[in-house]
């Protein structure tokens, strides 16, 4: 089974400022399958990524998605103030198995 | 507009079953594969089960032969039925439509299981 690691598992950021999140996989994950998910309290996640890089509908352009291999990553452009809560990455593996990481939570310094 | 809804979530005594339901709406249910996915407590999101478009099953190991998950294409309802439910089975319990990727991209709002006694 692929383990999924995420960092850092707290990031304590502005409005404004620039959120990079770390995800990384114990195995090579195909790009097609890594996706990142966002969470807020209280609610349902919500696809942000797929494909690694590609933004899923309605989703704005400071979210970005990048990486390869066993190395990914989130980036916000400028964080908005809806824009904190918990990110989760998640991939497809061989095993015909689903995992997530165990979540970054982006809070507001 | 795709919706998803689920319901049958409760307190149930360890050792006891439930069944989990959810209505979909706004897709052609029948064509897409469907997800189950808890969370615990405060903890992150785990992956349950799947069912693809055809009936064909896959299920995470912590939930295999006790948990069964199945569809009704004519009622466009996705179901979990789970027996033999232990006390690490509390979770928000979420149906998520399956996308190409292999990922999620609707869940719907999640239903509570509590198993204690």
């Known amino acids: 089974e692929i383990v999924l690691t995420q960092s850092p598992g707290t990031l304590s950021l502005s409005p404004g400022e620039r959120a990079t999140l770390s995800c990384r996989a114990s195995?090579?994950?195909?790009?097609?399958?890594l996706a990142w998910y966002q969470q807020k309290p209280g609610q349902a996640p919500r696809l942000l990524i797929y494909?690694?890089?590609s933004r899923a509908t309605g989703i704005p352009d400071r979210f970005s998605g990048s990486g390869s291999g066993t190395d990914f990553t989130l980036t916000i452009s400028r964080l908005e103030p809806e824009d904190f809560a918990v990110y989760y990455c998640?991939?497809?593996?061989?095993?015909?198995?689903?995992?997530f990481g165990q979540g970054t939570n982006l809070e507001i310094k | 507009e795709v919706h998803l809804v689920e319901s049958g979530g409760g307190l149930v005594q360890p050792g006891g079953s439930l069944r989990l339901s959810c209505a979909a709406s706004g897709f052609t249910f029948s064509t897409y594969w469907m997800h189950w996915v808890r969370q615990s407590p405060g903890k992150g999101l785990v992956w349950v089960s799947r069912?693809?478009?055809?009936?064909?099953?896959l299920y995470a190991d912590f939930v295999k032969g006790r948990f069964t998950i199945s569809r009704d294409n004519a009622k466009n309802t996705l179901n979990l039925q789970m027996d033999s439910l232990r006390a690490e089975d509390t979770a928000v319990y979420y149906c998520?439509?399956?996308?190409?990727?292999?990922?999620?991209?609707?869940w719907g709002q999640g239903t509570t299981v509590t198993v204690s006694s």
């Open positions: 998520a439509k399956g996308a190409s990727y292999h990922g999620m991209d609707v």
């Open positions: 195995q090579s994950v195909s790009t097609s399958y």
């Open positions: 494909h690694a890089s």
């Open positions: 998640q991939q497809y593996g061989s095993s015909a198995m689903y995992t």
């Open positions: 069912i693809n478009s055809d009936g064909s099953t």
